[in-house]
Nanobody, 127 residues
């Protein structure tokens, strides 16, 4: 059974930074593309960023391009989301996501529904 555990959320002022982490267990993490989603109050969950199994390809929501960076450390079974220049509209619960794909595939997520979700971590940006 896969477990995805997010951490690193919190309260930050506009213009500040946070780094989210997602630690995976239960499967061979390095084999799978990963992603981050978020859900703000009263809104649907939306895709934020995705990364291929080896980190060679990434994708981003337009509104976070240039501010957020997704990365992964396969030996540590962890994917990260570095968030800079945060805005109040970035306030949401952030979820880690894992995708089951053929090992070594060049595929990377661009908004597709994942196979597994984490429990989420709250990010609040004050103005």
């Amino acid at each position: 059974q896969v477990q995805l555990v997010e951490s690193g959320g919190g309260l930050v002022q506009a213009g500040g930074s946070l780094r989210l982490s997602c630690a995976a267990s239960g499967r061979t993490f390095s084999m799978y593309p990963m992603g981050w989603f978020r859900q703000a109050p009263g809104k649907e969950r939306e895709f934020v960023a995705g990364i291929s199994w080896n980190g060679g390809s990434t994708s981003y929501l337009d509104s976070v391009k240039g501010r957020f960076t997704i990365s992964r450390d396969n030996p540590k079974n962890t994917v990260y989301l570095q968030m800079n220049s945060l805005k109040p509209e970035d306030t949401a619960v952030y979820y880690c996501a894992m995708y089951y794909r053929r090992y070594g595939s060049s595929w990377y997520p661009r908004g597709e529904d994942p196979t597994n979700w984490g429990q989420g971590t709250q990010v609040t940006v004050s103005s």
